[in-house]
């Protein structure tokens, strides 16, 4: 997704603005540009296809070394493709015709072809392809003096999502902004103020930071920021928050990836995520956050849970959670497919959204139907003060930390975590007993130690993955709450090695999709020690009969299963609740070494984005 970052300060912007793109590279990008206000009254707009550094090569050679270090204002961006190839003219900043103006813009307009056909009656000539575009020349034709009425006017005119920052030669000490659907996060530094599309571009400078919300517009100076509402031009107020994160949390710590650095942090994310949540002697879960009292909780007739992706995963084991362990009928749903079906929702059902985060518009859509319809809606997210987190007012956070890599790991693990805590605490409010949620309660307060159990076979995970590094096609297969949890393997697989990877019910596989297998097609089957292990037995045996090699996640110690498969990775034993946290991490390790074997560019494969927030 675009990244966004705006400097005002009394130092050199460009290396705030470049070092902020680099802590924003993780959000997928495929090409990146910024504005230098210059000494000579005039801006300074380089742009560049590819990555940051390729962008600050081309800085250095277009731009005079003593002018860039003069040029203390500026904003920039990496751009994620929605209207218009990732070519230089199509990157951002997107500029007004007298190049007065300059602006960054993440998010999609609408209404753009509309605008673009006006301005071009009035004779505007247009650079690019971009949706963007239409918002330079907008505030251009508004532009009597003061920038930030005339952005103001622009964006009265302008449907659609933005997060944007615009610097104008006629107001050389500051950057307006604006949200509306993409966040916006401003740093209040001491004597210098950086604007940022999240806290990762911001936190090695300052902790203190305010969370732009819908509507608001901004004038930022190197003093701060002062906020006004769209709507009302009223002033508006917003909180100063302090940044929870250490500033090597956004680090690779010695680490060949984000990725395999937060597959190894999942011992420490998961405590996190559990800490202060356990009250082992009556057997259930603290979640403070969800604001809901025993009795509500109890009246809670059925849960719907929406997300996408990795967090569609995570709800979709969810259910298996909440109706094992509490009798609550749940029923995962694909967020975009829930916010346009007109869904069927009453007062006393639950609806959880899980978003790591906080920002993929779908999952929001889903979240603002669910609103709309009287129902009670809880968050689970990672970011802190993120969209989400803040529109469903309820919920629990994931204390994971920054998640940089695009493929999700610890969140995903910490998110089927929380769902357990939530799930005993709605079954000690039914028919599940002290003892059992006692039970339970240790069982859960040894996930880390499990995954600590996994962690240390990565060598051998290292070594199944260095037979199939070459295949083409991979089935994964699981059974019951194994079954998302073959979907989430499948989906690390295919999104950081580009093998074309497919999860199904392992019962499902000889209705049609077992034309497929042969000896080059591998089928990794969810074997754990759990019900239903028999059954996915006799699936792997008629995987075998047709020549298919077969890798098996086996509980340690099971030599039945061993001796079913050609390769074996081995899990500790667990519940059924727990399997898929051990299972995912041994298939999140499976799929990185696979990617890393085949040279794949694992922490920003490429067509992906962090945060999807757009439709
Ligand atoms: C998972 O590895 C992907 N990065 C993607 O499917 C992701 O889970 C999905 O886009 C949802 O993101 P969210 O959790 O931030 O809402």
Redesign the pocket.
């Known amino acids: 997704m675009c990244g966004i970052v705006g400097f005002v300060g009394d130092r050199p912007a460009a290396d705030v603005l470049l070092n902020g793109l680099r802590r924003l590279e993780y959000r997928g990008y495929d090409s990146a540009g910024l504005a230098l206000m210059g000494t000579d009254g005039a801006l300074h707009v380089v742009k560049q296809t590819g990555k940051v550094s390729a962008l600050a090569e081309k800085v250095r050679k277009a731009i005079p070394r003593k002018e860039v270090r003069a040029a203390h204002v500026g904003i920039a961006h990496t751009r994620w493709a929605t209207h218009g190839l990732p070519t230089e003219a199509n990157a951002h900043p997107q500029v007004s015709a007298d190049g007065k103006i300059a602006v960054v813009h993440n998010g999609i307009i609408e209404n753009y072809a509309a605008v673009r056909a006006q301005l071009e009656g009035r004779g505007v000539v247009f650079a690019s392809q971009t949706d963007t575009e239409v918002l330079a020349h907008l505030i251009a034709a508004y532009e009597h003096g003061d920038l930030l009425a005339a952005v103001m006017e622009a964006l009265r005119r302008v449907d659609g999502t933005y997060g944007i920052a615009v610097v104008s030669t006629e107001h050389p000490g500051q950057v307006v902004v604006a949200r509306k659907g993409s966040p916006l996060v401003v740093g209040v530094g001491d004597g210098e103020t950086i604007v940022a599309s999240d806290v990762s571009a911001i936190v090695s400078m300052t902790r203190n930071v305010i969370y732009l919300q819908d509507g608001d517009v901004g004038v930022v100076t190197a003093d701060g920021v002062r906020l006004y509402g769209l709507d009302t031009s009223a002033s508006v107020e917003r909180p100063v928050a302090s940044v929870e994160w250490e500033v090597g949390a956004a680090e690779k710590e010695g680490y060949e990836h984000f990725m395999l650095k937060e597959i190894f942090e999942q011992p420490s994310s998961l405590r996190n995520a559990l800490r202060g949540r356990l009250e082992m002697n009556r057997g259930t879960a603290i979640l403070s956050g969800l604001n809901l009292t025993p009795r509500e909780l109890a009246g809670i007739r059925r849960c719907v849970i929406v ?7 995570a709800g979709m084991v969810g259910k298996y959670l909440f109706e094992g362990l509490a009798d609550v009928p749940t029923s995962p749903e694909q ?1 975009a497919e829930f916010r346009y079906c007109n869904p069927i929702l009453a007062p006393d059902d639950l609806v959880i959204a ?7 518009a779908d ?1 929001l859509a889903a979240v603002r139907e669910a609103v709309q319809k009287g129902t009670v809606v809880a968050g689970l ?3 802190v003060g993120s969209t ?1 987190a803040r529109e469903t007012g309820r919920g629990v956070y994931l204390h994971a930390g920054p998640e940089i890599g ?4 610890k ?2 693990t910490s ?1 089927v975590a929380v769902l357990l805590l939530l799930a005993l605490k709605m079954g000690r409010g039914r028919r599940l007993s002290r003892e059992e949620g006692m039970t339970l309660c240790r069982e859960i307060e040894g996930i880390p130690g499990l995954v600590e159990q996994v962690l240390a076979q990565n060598e051998r995970i290292a070594q199944v993955a260095e037979k199939y590094a070459q295949v083409r096609d991979a089935f994964f297969i699981g059974r019951g709450i194994l079954y998302p949890t073959a979907l989430e393997g499948a ?2 697989l295919k ?1 950081i090695s580009y093998i074309h990877a497919e999860g199904y019910q392992a019962a499902e596989l000889k209705h049609g999709p077992i034309a497929l297998l042969d000896e080059s097609v591998p089928v990794v089957a969810l074997l754990n020690d759990i019900p239903g292990k028999e059954k996915t037995l006799g699936n792997v045996e008629e995987c075998r009969a047709r020549k298919a090699p077969v890798i098996g996640i086996v509980t340690a110690g099971d030599e039945a299963a061993t001796a079913a498969v050609a390769d074996v990775i081995e899990v500790p034993r667990t519940s059924s609740y727990v399997a898929p946290i051990v299972t995912a991490v041994a298939l999140q390790i499976f799929a990185y070494h696979v990617a890393r074997l085949r040279g794949c560019e694992i922490d920003q494969p490429r067509n ?5 927030t757009v439709e």
Not at 307 to 313: D, I
Not at 406 to 409: D, E, I, K, L, P
Request: glycine share 8%; net charge neutral; charged share 10%.
């Open positions: 997300g996408c992706g990795t967090s569609l995963h967020a899980i978003s790591q985060s906080g920002e993929t999952t997210c990672n970011v989400i695009v493929a999700s790991t969140a995903f998110q989906l690390k999104e992906l984005a962090k945060s999807v």
